[in-house]
């Protein structure tokens, strides 16, 4: 079994800056992916970034230029670094890991969601 656990997030104003970080502990053989989810209200679940093992990096496209996303892989650790907020930013993030446990078994979890909130 594996564990992600965030810390971080908050109230900030729009133009503020905030960091999450999401740390991964368990049963871990190698971790493929982390990255970050947003999830704001009466709406699905979408990426908001995510880094490979090897440094491939995606990021949704509102954040582009504005998040920097990135990783200890010594240390199983994903950070979210978020300026130049805005409220459309709101909502609950979650931190997401594909973690292999052995050479060959593979499963995508969940953290528990930290909530972001862009108001003046």
């Known amino acids: 079994q594996v564990h992600l656990v965030e810390s971080g997030g908050g109230l900030v104003q729009p133009g503020g800056s905030l960091g999450l970080s999401c740390a991964a502990s368990g049963s871990i053989f190698r971790i493929n992916y982390m990255g970050w989810y947003r999830q704001a209200p009466g709406k699905e679940r979408d990426m908001v970034a995510t880094k490979t093992s090897d440094g491939t990096t995606m990021y949704e496209d509102s954040v582009k230029g504005r998040f920097t996303i990135s990783r200890d892989n010594d240390k199983n650790t994903v950070h979210l670094q978020m300026n130049s907020l805005k409220p459309e930013d709101t909502g609950v993030y979650y931190c997401?890991?594909?973690?292999?446990?052995?050479?060959?078994?593979?499963?995508?979890?969940w953290g528990q969601g930290t909530q972001v909130t862009v108001s003046s």
């Open positions: 997401n890991a594909g973690v292999y446990s052995t050479a060959w078994e593979w499963n995508d979890y």
